[in-house]
Nanobody, 124 residues
Framework: QVQLVESGGGLVQTGDSLRLSCQAS????????MGWFRQAPGKEREFVAC????????YGPDFVKGRFTVSRGKDKNVGYLQMNSLKPEDTAVYFC?????????????????WGQGTQVTVSS
């Protein structure tokens, strides 16, 4: 089984930055893609970004472009989501997810393992 643990969330002000981390452990079925999603209260879970084993990336809707960057550490079992110029509408629980294989997957249903999430709150 794969275990995923997110960290790095918190309460910040508009315009601040945060870097979320996701540590994968257990039987990770390399290679795999690490995805990031977020879910705000009363809304559906939405795709933010993902990165495959080779470092290829894809991003979600326009809200992330130019502000969010997804990466993986030298230890590919650690992933990061750098979020800059945060806005109140970025407030959500952020999840990382695991999908075995080398593709880039935007659909939540494509992922088999999920972390518990980390809360990001951006005050105005």
């Amino acid at each position: 089984q794969v275990q995923l643990v997110e960290s790095g969330g918190g309460l910040v002000q508009t315009g601040d930055s945060l870097r979320l981390s996701c540590q994968a452990s257990g039987r990770t079925f390399n290679p795999y893609t690490m995805g990031w999603f977020r879910q705000a209260p009363g809304k559906e879970r939405e795709f933010v970004a993902c990165i495959n084993w080779n470092g290829d990336t894809t991003y979600g809707p326009d809200f992330v472009k130019g502000r969010f960057t997804v990466s993986r550490g030298k230890d590919k079992n650690v992933g990061y989501l750098q979020m800059n110029s945060l806005k109140p509408e970025d407030t959500a629980v952020y999840f990382c997810a695991h999908r075995a294989g080398g593709g880039l997957y935007r659909q939540a249903l494509a992922y088999n393992y999920w972390g518990q999430g980390t809360q990001v709150t951006v005050s105005s």
